[in-house]
């Protein structure tokens, strides 16, 4: 292997796994990046990791500031607002394309999936719950068979889930968001382009609703419609 393609190669699995530890609460939102730390926890020298670091900062999962370096950066109300505005156009069209395009396998496996997030019941949000939940809409959008759909939902949920600090959750959508899950899979597979596509933007709104509630207490509904 060439020097430059080892080097890729390296920065590659270095991003991988530092957004890894992100998921494994090994990282928390707002917590430093030691360059030494991280050599020594993922065995590299710091080329590769710091290529890494400046990557996932272009992606803005992580910021860097003068003297205190890169650490992971936490999701804001406005940001939050904005990226959730996305998700709803993303989620609408996925969902109108995974009816036209879908088979019944692919359902199958959309079935599993919200049967294993609604089976995983903690007493409160974790990374596990989150990933879960981030399953079931990547898969819907791999129903569309679209790969540019399927690559902006899963940065869009990424930026979401990695970066919402769990202190700020409380437990009270989680058993209505199993539910919406399954009733939005009965519409779709009755085949129901505008019923789903309704339905999906409403989850998402109430999704939206209930990240921005517990990043501010003092949010009032239709404060963030302004950029």
Not at 28 to 35: E, F, I
Not at 86 to 95: F, P, S, T
Request: aromatic letters at 8%; proline letters at 3%; a negative charge.
């Amino acid at each position: 292997m060439d020097a430059d393609k080892e080097v890729r190669t390296l920065t590659n699995e270095a991003y991988q796994k530092i957004k890894q530890m992100v998921l494994q609460q090994r990282v928390a939102p707002g917590q430093r990046l030691v360059y030494k730390d991280l050599c020594e926890m993922l065995n590299m020298s710091r080329t590769p990791i710091i290529n890494a670091l400046n990557r996932l900062e272009q992606e803005h999962f992580v910021a860097s500031e003068a003297f205190r370096g890169f650490y992971v950066k936490p999701i804001d109300v406005q940001e939050a607002w904005d990226l959730f505005g996305v998700r709803e156009a993303l989620e609408a069209y996925a969902v109108e394309e995974a009816i036209k395009r879908a088979d019944p396998a692919d359902f199958e496996v959309l079935r599993q999936k919200v049967g294993a997030h609604a089976t995983y019941m903690p007493l409160n949000y974790n990374r596990k719950k989150l990933i879960l939940d981030a399953e079931i809409h990547i898969q819907i959008a791999a129903m569309a068979k679209n790969k540019v759909l399927e690559t902006q939902m899963r940065m869009n949920l990424e930026h979401v889930y990695l970066r919402f600090r769990l202190d700020h959750a409380v437990p009270d959508r989680m058993a209505s968001a199993a539910d919406e899950h399954s009733r939005l899979l009965n519409i779709m597979e009755r085949k129901d382009l505008i019923g789903s596509v309704e339905f999906i933007r409403r989850h998402v709104q109430k999704a939206r609703d209930y990240i921005i509630s517990c990043l501010s207490s003092d949010y009032e509904e239709g404060e963030f419609y302004q950029a």
